[in-house]
């Protein structure tokens, strides 16, 4: 496993860096070592938003902005003979074949990556929403209390929120592998292909249905006492589903 360095106001490294690796203040670039597969970013925060954006290069940047700029300290007296060692508090980037793993730091600074378009990623907020865009490859996006922005997705979608709406936008859908769109306590909107073939199964007790495509519907909706419906659009395909308990779905066409 390749451990990079942790983003802080003092920079120092764990332990071996890779002599390709920069570091520039709270910015880390892991280079890409094996390009027969598409990366993997885990990535998880406690009080900070997450952003994805793409590029057109093979590394993986992280990226560390705002928030406090460092911890303030009780006032200490120096013990005889002994000197400080500080600890890194900030973000830590680490790679084990071919899956990045970032854990964001306490602070509050959004943690921003920017990766390849085919890459995938697994992103966990539990306060600050999600925002990803452009990725060709697996989103799999999960937040306590924050909303989830994901637009021109092309690959798999599986997003689900407890406080907060999800939007999402797909350019492109993965026939093989299913989607899912869910909230507790917010809407759902969700723009797909116009062209896409699914079995779609929508749930919501305290909200509407909306959807621009033709629905083969089968089953009854009853959203007023917590009902479902299950359908096709384009004879059937892939599984979709979209389900929040207070709020609205819309479904919309690209």
């Known amino acids: 496993m390749k451990r990079y360095l942790a983003l802080t106001g003092l ?4 332990c071996a860096v890779a002599p390709a690796q920069e570091n520039t203040g709270s910015r880390v670039v892991v280079p ?24 057109s290069g093979t590394d993986v940047i992280v990226e560390t902005e705002g928030g406090r700029t460092g911890i303030r300290r009780l006032p200490e007296t120096t013990p005889d003979g002994l000197h400080r060692i500080d600890i890194p508090r900030g973000a830590s980037v680490s790679e084990d074949d071919n899956v990045i793993t970032v854990r964001a730091p306490l602070s509050g600074e959004a943690l921003i990556l920017t990766v390849p378009v085919d890459t995938s990623v697994q992103l966990k907020s539990t306060r600050g929403p999600i925002r990803v865009d452009g990725v060709h490859g697996e989103v799999d996006a999960s937040c306590t209390n ?13 997003a689900d929120t407890t406080n907060g709406a999800v939007r999402a936008s797909m350019d492109r859908v993965d026939p093989s592998k299913p989607i899912s769109f869910s909230s507790v306590n917010g ?11 699914a ?43 979209f389900s929040t308990v207070n709020g609205r779905i819309e479904i919309r066409k690209k």
Not at 205 to 223: E, I, K
């Open 146 to 158: 924050g909303s989830l922005d994901l637009t021109n997705i092309s690959g798999t979608i599986v």
């Open 11 to 14: 920079i120092f490294a764990v």
């Open 32 to 55: 890409s070592r094996n390009t027969s597969r598409p990366r993997v970013v885990r990535a998880s925060t406690v009080n900070s938003p997450i952003t994805v954006r793409t590029h």
């Open 187 to 197: 809407s759902v909107d969700v723009t797909l292909p116009a062209d896409l073939r």
């Open 199 to 241: 079995n779609i199964k929508v749930r919501t007790m305290n909200g509407s249905v909306w959807t621009a495509f033709d629905l083969r519907m089968a089953g009854n909706l009853n959203v007023n006492h917590g009902g479902s419906v299950s359908g096709t659009i384009n004879g059937g395909g892939v599984e979709a589903s």
